[in-house]
T-cell receptor, first 115, second 114 residues
């Protein structure tokens, strides 16, 4: 079946503007994650949604970052008043709700460049 | 809390020779460990995972990893490198029930010398 999809694939924006990134998880996957990958670095966890539970926002770097999820489907990550240090690849992953046994499948990412 | 340390940021091997990418983990409970690979301009792909079953885990493309609790290690190996193995490799540990977020190592870039 279809994998995790993300849009846009690339986004260039000016400092101070707001951006919205979208993630479509694999159908049936109730767990959804957002990660950030800065150039030459590993992934940093941002936020985690599991079903109807309150999301784990412990990885969000500042209050300029927020994320929403509609039921168990699409999620959007919003960055307000973007800064140059927000430039990174933003990756979304989804998994079944089986806890530690379940594999996270990653989307291709959105490459964000803040000028 | 859990963490992983990838001991080498860059590894170069000749084609046809063995590959060893080192990873040590820290976890307050029995961890779930993964290796992911990222080829240039491509998404992350799961190579293999350990979730408390067999300690020697076989993955795709001839890779395998051995979980050694006494050494808190989960090194990735392959008997014979291929040019297509050139990529960035990430060792990853997963959180426990209630928050299965992944914690990534800083990555090891594998270069294959023809």
């Amino acid at each position: 079946g279809a994998g995790v999809s993300q849009s846009p694939s690339n986004k260039v924006t000016e400092k101070g503007k707001d951006v919205e990134l979208r993630c479509d998880p694999i159908s049936g996957h109730t767990a959804l994650y957002w990660y950030r990958q800065r150039l030459g670095q590993g992934l940093e966890f941002l936020i985690y949604f599991q079903g109807n539970s309150a999301p784990d926002k412990s990885g969000l770097p500042s209050d300029r970052f927020s994320a929403e999820r509609t039921g168990e489907s699409v999620s959007t990550l919003t960055i307000q008043r973007t800064q140059q240090e927000d430039s990174a690849v933003y990756l979304c992953a989804s998994s079944l709700p089986g806890g530690v046994e379940e594999t996270q499948y990653f989307g291709p990412g959105t490459r964000l460049l803040v000028l | 809390a859990q963490s992983v340390t990838q001991l080498d940021s860059h590894v170069s091997v000749s084609e046809g020779t063995p590959v060893l990418l080192r990873c040590n983990y820290s976890s307050s409970y029995s961890p779930s460990l993964f290796w992911y690979v990222q080829h240039p301009n491509k998404g992350l792909q799961l190579l293999l995972k350990y979730t408390s079953a067999a300690t020697l885990v076989k993955g795709i493309n001839g890779f395998e990893a051995e979980f050694k609790k006494s050494e808190t290690s989960f090194h990735l190996t392959k008997p014979s490198a291929h040019m297509s193995d050139a990529a960035e490799y990430f060792c990853v540990v997963r959180g426990f029930f209630g928050n299965e977020k992944l914690t990534f190592g800083t990555g090891t870039r594998l270069t294959i010398i023809p």
